[in-house]
């Protein structure tokens, strides 16, 4: 099994904290390294939002998963986190996950214990948690398939909902117990709260999941103070493009009907210039001015 294509243990420790901007596809990707950031996590709302045009409620199966993930890590040049969802299955689905996704290059996993037939999208809160023996057992399993290479196993606990902020951090010492390299607990409704956890698991990779207009949508600094290593943006990207194109064609549509002129694009040109970075124009060209 190959190793993967960058440390993310070695960017945790290094960046304070280490900010993770979720891509929905290969584009956004590449302009998330691009604009200079360090690690790509890929979620599976956005992606599967973006990709398939489906709600993140436990329709896809691992192969239209991994179709997508492929497409997203070679795109890019950086450590990328994935989305494993329950891990698919049983114990043999969860290892063949790991390895699905060793091959392609991710540097980290995220394993839930939410049950995928009850299951939520992104952190509006869980309805339906497995059970704490049976979610062990797939984090040593997940650990175990990824073993000589440099992948961090993830263990995300989505039972604050269902069993509170004691409940959640009771799982949450099992599955570091287990293996699990670190740990992300969604769904935190206050910043209060949110410091508690952070003060429990302080020192360990804690990853924290941060969107705007809630309590908790805090300064990566202050989030680093309160024991957090890790900040990603699950809603950031997606939302503002889905904006966007929802804009776009409700003005194309009044210009059709004669309602109202198409309204230029405020930059056009830069817009162009960017839109060809992303796609590295120029090396394509290139290679054709060289023979």
């Not at 901007?21 to 979620?43: K, N, T």
């Not at 497995?130 to 961090?152: L, P, Y």
């Amino acid at each position: 099994m190959p190793t993967a294509k960058t440390s993310l243990r070695r960017l945790v420790a290094e960046e304070k904290p280490l900010i993770t901007p979720l891509a929905h596809d290969a584009l956004s990707a590449r302009m998330i390294e691009q604009a200079g950031f360090r690690s790509i996590a890929i979620g599976g709302s956005a992606m599967l939002a973006a990709r398939y045009g489906l709600p993140d409620i436990g329709l896809a199966a691992l192969g239209e998963m991994a179709a997508g993930v492929q497409d997203i890590i070679a795109a890019t040049g950086l450590p990328v986190m994935v989305d494993g969802d329950d891990g698919y299955g049983d114990l043999e689905s969860v290892a063949h996950m790991v390895e699905v996704y060793a091959r392609l290059g991710a540097s980290g996993i995220v394993l839930e214990d939410q049950l995928r037939g009850k299951k939520q999208p992104g952190d509006s809160g869980a309805v339906g948690v497995a059970d704490v023996e049976d979610m062990v057992r797939k984090v040593k399993v997940a650990v175990a398939a990824c073993s000589g290479t440099e992948i961090q196993i993830i263990a995300r606990c989505d039972a604050y909902a269902l069993e509170g902020l004691d409940g959640a951090m009771r799982r949450a010492h099992r599955y570091l117990d287990a293996g699990a390299h670190g740990l992300f607990v969604p769904a935190i409704k206050t910043a209060a709260e949110l410091a508690r956890l952070g003060r429990e698991f302080n020192g360990r990779h804690l990853l924290t999941a941060v969107f705007e207009g809630r309590e908790t949508w805090l300064p990566p600094a202050e989030l680093y103070g309160m024991g957090f290593r890790q900040v990603v943006f699950p809603g950031l990207l997606i939302t503002r493009v889905a904006q966007c194109v929802h804009g776009a064609l409700r003005q194309l549509r009044k210009h059709v009907a004669g309602e109202a002129p198409m309204p230029p694009l405020a930059d056009a040109a830069q817009a162009q210039e960017n839109l060809r970075t992303a796609l590295m124009f120029e090396k394509w060209l290139s290679i054709g001015r060289q023979v």
